[in-house]
């Protein structure tokens, strides 16, 4: 099974509605990244969370990461088509060096005009 | 800052043939860097963790005699895949992480697109 869960796998919203995604660990997370990706591109990186009950937010991007630290949602505002593509969150399980993430299955989201 | 590149950006060749993706960090050390591989539609699937000076650590199911890294220095990491066959074509990602960082943030490369004919 995987370890980091995302939903919904894909979501069509129509422009300036507010939507969430969720990535979910069976385990307790060190790090939680998010990140976006046009089809066909690199990642570009959105936000990290560390702490239990953090909170982050770029311009009308908000990720959060409950206190269990087992849960992450990014939040979009007022949503714009420049903001369809492809969320992912990738996840660190420990401290360690190896800097190595678990990556999500992904959320493909399309804004309506 | 912190910008990677990839290069190619596209490569189609026969099969058979070996082909080279070079991924640079342009702007700073990068200690380890990652290869990746993402079908159409789906999420990134790692194939091996390289460190500058070490050998590559490779992702089970990887064959590493196929995929070929090398990490010379601290600002290029080469993926090869040798013997490429239309099964190998897919989309290539690299990223790398800032040496000395504290965190496990993770720059990524465009990525290249590989056609095996």
């Known amino acids: 099974s995987q370890e980091l869960e995302q939903s919904p796998q894909s979501l069509i919203v129509q422009e300036g509605k507010n939507l969430t995604i969720n990535c979910t660990s069976s385990k307790t997370l060190y790090g939680l990244y998010w990140y976006k990706q046009k089809y066909g591109e690199g990642l570009i990186f959105l936000m990290m969370?560390?702490?239990g009950g953090e909170e982050k937010s770029h311009e009308k991007i908000t990720a959060k990461l409950d206190e269990k630290k087992q849960q992450s949602s990014l939040h979009i505002t007022a949503s714009q088509p420049s903001h369809a593509g492809i969320y992912l969150c990738g996840a660190a399980f420990n401290a360690g060096n190896n800097r190595k993430l678990i990556w999500g299955l992904g959320t493909s989201l399309a804004v309506n005009p | 800052g912190a910008v990677v590149s990839q290069h190619p950006s596209w490569v189609i060749c026969k099969s058979g043939t070996s082909v080279k993706i070079e991924c640079r960090s342009l702007?700073?050390?990068?200690?380890?860097m990652f290869w990746y591989r993402q079908f159409p539609k789906q999420s990134l699937m790692l194939m091996a963790t390289?460190?500058?000076?070490?050998?590559?650590?490779?992702e089970q199911g990887v064959e590493k005699d196929k995929f070929l890294i090398n990490h010379a220095s601290l600002t290029l990491s080469t993926l090869t895949v040798t013997s490429a066959h239309p099964e190998d074509s897919s989309f290539y990602i690299c990223?790398?992480?800032?040496?000395?960082?504290?965190?496990?943030?993770?720059?990524f490369g465009p990525g290249t697109r590989l056609t095996v004919l």
């Open positions: 990223s790398a992480s800032i040496a000395g960082g504290f965190h496990n943030e993770q720059f």
């Open positions: 969370l560390q702490k």
């Open positions: 702007d700073f050390q990068a200690t380890t």
């Open positions: 390289s460190n500058e000076g070490s050998k590559a650590t490779y």
